[in-house]
């Protein structure tokens, strides 16, 4: 079987190839450069470089959110595009659940980091032996978050590409219960994005939707207008 992983769900795009339990290629960028423009130029090509074409192809393997909205769309389209032009199976594994495979046998929990802005995270935690979730995703204050973490009294592995936004709240709450992983160690990794998909059931293509785990700006504002209109 040969899995194609992809993760556009953040400002890294990630691409790898597997054949069953082996890596056949696997690239990882983190360039401020809009993924619309390089992810499907960036599988082509490494396809072209592991001497694979797409009806060799087995499986699509995507993250599903949470992070950018135009990031989790453009991989979930090409996803979902070529899981139903080949028909193979298409399967769907969370972007925070990719980056704490990063922490994978870690004695503890492991925590991804990803910055929603104004002092706000898409978090959850995982157990470090098994990856099973202890504190489910979510889109939450970091503060109240990591008072839930706290709780739990267990050493804790952060990880994500804006850890260094936050690093200072989190080592104010949790001190030296917290630690966090090596710079190279903070991106999303494809290959691990797939080792999670060989472990998920098949995702219906038409019913596949990203899992954004916060509502649209314009929902928001839609909310707050209709709040306002019922006075």
């Known amino acids: 079987m040969i899995y194609l992983g992809i993760d556009t769900s953040n400002s890294p795009l990630a691409v790898a190839l597997m054949e069953n339990e082996t890596v056949l290629i696997e690239e990882t960028t983190n360039l401020k450069i809009n993924h619309s423009l390089t992810a499907m130029p960036a599988i082509e090509e490494m396809m072209t470089k592991a001497k694979i074409s797409p009806k060799d192809l087995t499986h699509i393997a995507v993250a599903e959110g949470p992070g950018s909205y135009t990031g989790v769309r453009i991989g979930l389209t090409i996803a979902k595009t070529m899981a139903w032009s080949l028909k193979i199976p298409l399967h769907m594994v969370s972007s925070l659940k990719v ?133």
């Open 99 to 231: 980056l704490a495979a990063n922490g994978h046998s870690f004695d503890g929990l492991v925590c991804p980091i990803m910055d929603a802005r104004r002092g706000t995270v898409f978090t959850g935690a995982y157990d470090g032996e098994t990856l099973a979730s202890v504190i489910p995703d979510q889109h939450s204050d970091l503060k109240v978050f990591l008072e839930k973490v706290k709780a739990l009294n267990k050493p804790v592995l952060f990880t994500g590409i804006d850890l260094s936004i936050h690093e200072a709240p989190i080592r104010e709450v949790l001190g030296d219960a917290a630690s966090f992983s090596k710079p190279q160690d903070r991106l999303p990794r494809a290959s691990n994005l797939i080792w999670l998909a060989q472990q998920t059931d098949a995702q219906e293509v038409h019913q596949a939707t990203p899992n954004y785990r916060r509502i649209t700006e314009a929902e928001a504002n839609y909310i707050k207008s209709q709040e306002g209109s019922s006075l």
